[in-house]
């Protein structure tokens, strides 16, 4: 346990953003898992309405630090690339 009130409040502060960090990195699954389940059933503007929803919120996943950068392009080109096989 922390013994000193910097600890403490480092802390607090670590649940915090553990707790933040983990809805948004959530967030970002369930949209992808939209995109693949579009994707799943064959239909290319439900699929193409839920890449476009998902978009952003990978853009803003990465820009905080929650993923790689890569990690979010890999992501946005591989689901790109299935909707455009459809």
């Known amino acids: ?6 600890a403490l409040k480092r802390a607090r502060q670590a649940e915090i953003h553990r707790q933040r960090n983990a ?31 998902a978009v952003p919120v ?3 996943v990465a820009g905080k630090g929650l993923i790689h ?6 992501h946005k080109s591989r689901l790109n690339q299935h909707i455009r096989s459809l």
Do not use: F, L, P, W
Request: charged share 35%; glycine share 2%.
């Open 1 to 6: 346990m922390a013994n000193s009130a910097q």
């Open 23 to 53: 809805s948004q990195r959530s967030n970002m699954r369930t949209a992808i898992k939209k995109v693949i389940t579009a994707i799943e059933a064959g239909d290319r503007d439900k699929a193409k309405q839920a890449y476009d929803a």
């Open 58 to 60: 990978i853009d803003r």
């Open 69 to 74: 950068a890569n990690k979010a392009a890999r």
